[in-house]
């Protein structure tokens, strides 16, 4: 079968002393440095890729993509345990993953998340190794209203999540995306909510914006409330998952891997909306809706297979379509062509070796993660059992330290501080940052594709629609609506009967 | 339900303010047309759809029964006794260098949190500053000024 062919390919290149090495430094690096507060894959990447230049084009992408699932993994870490997400695809893991670590189940949290992380990377792996070519074919099929679509679906999965009202979500979601505009407009030149400071024309960076609506704002809301007191971890013991809570995470894992397969493949949002979408679809179909945003296991396990899925999927577009899922895959593109690869879809054919290598290693390196980071678990627990007010100081240097690095910019930690204050007020006001967060990251390319789509239509509408794809899309995004205001309107009227009765 | 509407009615107001700053601002961008969108176009109908939000929000806090609960306390002396060492950090960091700003920022930081201690917020100040040092500068290699650098005022 040719699924074994390719397999064995790869087998042969990744498995050498040599390239096992390289993976495991790049997972263990990886994941140091995406546990630092503020620190997410990108600037991870960007600070760990020159240790990859004097090494052979196939060992230094083995080694990026090592980084690459180390950060991430580590950036669910600091979402777990800190309310910080890394990036984007960690977002959603804050919702109960936190929720959890306050409970003083941290460590199962934490555990669940290397878990399905794990057996959505070995899906993910045998998806790329049999389907490689006709996906990235599936993919060539989304234009310009097909991505403006599929964004609108991403977002209506993150109005799904909210747990306050469904208009606060929305405005959240409005608010993110117009913040995620700021900048100057790349089709006109116009600078657009830059007040007139030079310092905002690129816009604003996504960890100064996540470091302070996440960790600055959850450092104030939890002095004012006075529970400085509180100690990280309670239980060691539960470490590992019982064979119970395996089995009760496992149907969402299942649907969050093959989630996170179907959006990664296509690049841009892709793997952002991954984790959103599965989070929304765990909680229209559990059995008790109520548990999520509050600790629910598969609240972790899902999106965190989806994301991990999704990112091993992205590889796929980025390295025959050329096109870079995200920042970070801009940056491995980028690293590739330093080495003189040149991404597109010849790369299958004149680089077997180095394809099906990379695929591979990528499930290597999942496993080489599992190895790590289980036992590292007590560590990590460990160091949590102190009372929060001995780590936050140490949290917020690291982090502003975080965002400083990012371009070597103080303005930045001015950013993180206004958000800090927004952060504060939108919990005050019980307004949710996730949907916010979203929207900025997909603002400016759902803005591209709408703007595309109408240019190419010449300014109908109708092209949204048009097109089947899309049309999908849309419906299965009314559809998601519905859903959410009619399950809301049911909640309020058991309510009103029970106060009623 | 009290404190619900009080939430709303604020967020609304918020989101209607913000949504209409927005949209003033993006009118001056230029709309184009749906032909040829222009760069405030997009950003117009984001800030219409907020205005649109936020007003429902107003409405719905307004006309749902219940009184409106004084709510939770709005307590400024947190947030600013965060985010003051915050700025400060900032301000200090390429001046100071960054032993002296983490030491400044872990010190004040400390203050915030109500059981107090000389000796425990200068050994955290320290110890964080030191291994802030290794990690970063050592290990990550990342340009940051350790030490000052005696330039006010650098940005």
Request: glycine share 10%; charged share 10%.
């Amino acid at each position: 079968m040719e699924i074994l062919n390719h397999l064995a390919e790869g087998y042969a290149v990744a498995v050498t002393l040599d390239n096992l090495f390289y993976a495991f430094v790049g997972c263990l690096l990886g994941t140091l440095v995406g546990v630092l507060p503020g620190l997410g894959p990108a600037a991870s990447i960007a600070i760990l890729l020159p240790f990859t230049f004097g090494l052979e084009p196939t060992s230094s992408l083995i080694m990026l993509a090592g980084i690459y699932y180390g950060a991430q993994y580590g950036g669910s870490v600091t979402a777990i345990l800190l309310n910080l997400p890394g990036e984007t695809s960690a977002v959603v893991t804050t919702l109960d993953g936190y929720q959890l670590a306050r409970q003083g189940r941290g460590g199962l949290a934490l555990a669940i998340a290397a878990l399905a992380s794990f057996f959505a990377g070995t899906v993910a792996t045998v998806v790329l190794a049999g389907f490689s070519l006709p996906l990235v074919e599936f993919a060539l099929k989304f234009q310009s209203p097909e991505y403006f679509a599929l964004m609108v679906f991403g977002l209506m999965g993150a109005a799904a999540i909210g747990t306050s009202s469904f208009v606060k979500t929305l405005s959240m979601i409005s608010l993110g995306l117009l913040i995620g505009l700021a900048g100057i407009d790349l089709n006109s030149g116009t600078p657009r909510f830059t007040f007139g400071s030079p310092l905002l024309l690129d816009g604003i960076e996504f960890v100064a914006l996540a470091v302070g609506l996440f960790a600055l704002a959850e450092i104030i809301v939890t002095l004012s409330e006075g529970e400085e007191g509180r100690s990280g971890m309670q239980r060691i013991t539960s470490l590992l998952p019982r064979w119970r809570e395996i089995r009760e995470i496992f149907p969402a894992t299942v649907r969050g891997s093959l989630i996170g397969i179907v959006t990664g493949i296509l690049p841009g949002a892709g793997a952002s909306i991954a984790s959103f979408i599965s989070y929304a679809v765990e909680k229209r179909v559990a059995k008790n809706p109520d548990d999520f945003g509050k600790g629910a296991l598969a609240g972790v396990a899902a999106p965190e297979a989806a994301n991990n899925a999704a990112a091993q999927l992205a590889f796929a577009p980025t390295l025959a379509l050329g096109i870079p899922g995200s920042g970070t895959m801009a940056l491995i593109l980028a690293a590739l062509m330093i080495h003189g690869i040149q991404p597109g879809p010849d790369i299958i054919r004149s680089n077997p070796g180095m394809f099906w290598g990379l695929i591979v290693s990528m499930w290597i390196g999942n496993v080489i993660l599992l190895i790590i980071n289980l036992p590292m678990l007590r560590l990590w627990v460990k160091a949590l059992m102190l009372p929060y007010r001995f780590l936050y100081p140490a949290i917020l240097a690291f982090s502003l330290i975080g965002v400083y690095s990012v371009a070597s910019s103080t303005f930045m930690i001015f950013t993180a501080a206004l958000f800090g204050l927004l952060g504060y007020l939108f919990h005050k006001l019980r307004c949710e940052p996730v949907p916010l967060v979203l929207g900025f990251v997909l603002g400016p390319m759902m803005e591209e594709n709408f703007r595309r789509s109408l240019i190419i239509s010449g300014g109908d509408f109708s092209i949204f629609v048009s097109h089947p794809i899309s049309l999908t899309l849309l419906c299965m995004s009314a559809a998601l609506v519905l859903f959410v205001l009619i399950s809301g309107a049911r909640r309020r009227r058991r309510v009103a009967s029970a106060e009623g009765a | 339900m009290e404190f619900k509407d009080q939430s709303s009615l604020a967020s609304g107001i918020l989101f209607l303010a913000v949504g209409a700053l927005a949209g003033y601002l993006s009118m001056n961008y230029g709309l184009g047309s749906p032909q040829s969108p222009g760069a405030g176009f997009f950003p117009s109908l984001l800030s219409a759809t907020l205005v649109l939000l936020g007003g429902i929000q107003v409405v719905g806090a307004l006309t749902r029964p219940g009184v409106s609960h004084p709510g939770s306390g709005w307590n400024l002396t947190k947030p600013l006794a965060i985010l003051g060492p915050v700025v400060l950090f900032a301000i200090m960091l390429k001046p100071a260098g960054m032993l002296l700003s983490v030491f400044v920022l872990v010190v004040l930081a400390s203050l915030a949190n109500s059981i107090w201690s000389w000796r425990y917020a200068i050994t955290a100040a320290v110890s964080t500053a030191a291994v802030c040092a290794v990690v970063f500068v050592y290990l990550l290699k990342l340009p940051i000024p350790l030490l000052p650098s005696g330039k006010l005022w650098v940005f």
